[in-house]
């Protein structure tokens, strides 16, 4: 092997491990799921979960599903339900558990277009 693939062997493997250890912000949709609405971004509440899964998966974004304690099952399994048939890549967390991931550096999304 010639010194300089064992370089460009390194720089790829370093390149690598700090792509692992340090996460960038990706663009995301963070969906708020209310009693039986929908905030996308922290926008205003919004009833039809197709129109936003739709407009996800037109523009490829990934959704973090927030879910409020008071949310109903029939609003959380429609818009599972609408993500999942639109392929649209989708974490779902509950509302407080979204707080620590946040702080802690877990996720850290940008919002999305």
């Known amino acids: 092997m010639s010194p300089m693939s064992r370089v460009a062997n390194h720089l ?8 692992l250890l340090f996460p960038a912000a990706a663009p995301a949709a963070v969906i708020q799921v209310d009693v039986d609405t929908y905030r996308v971004n922290g926008g205003p509440p919004v009833s039809a979960a197709w129109d936003i899964a739709e407009r996800l998966s037109v523009t490829k974004d990934v959704a973090i599903v927030v879910m409020d304690k008071k949310a109903t099952k029939g609003t959380v399994q429609t818009l599972m339900q609408i993500l999942e048939t639109l392929n649209v890549p989708t974490l779902f967390t509950k509302k407080g558990d979204y707080e620590i991931l946040l702080k802690r550096g877990v996720i850290k999304p940008a919002a999305a277009p």
Do not use: H, K, N, V
């Open 12 to 19: 790829r493997a370093s390149l690598l491990l700090a792509a």
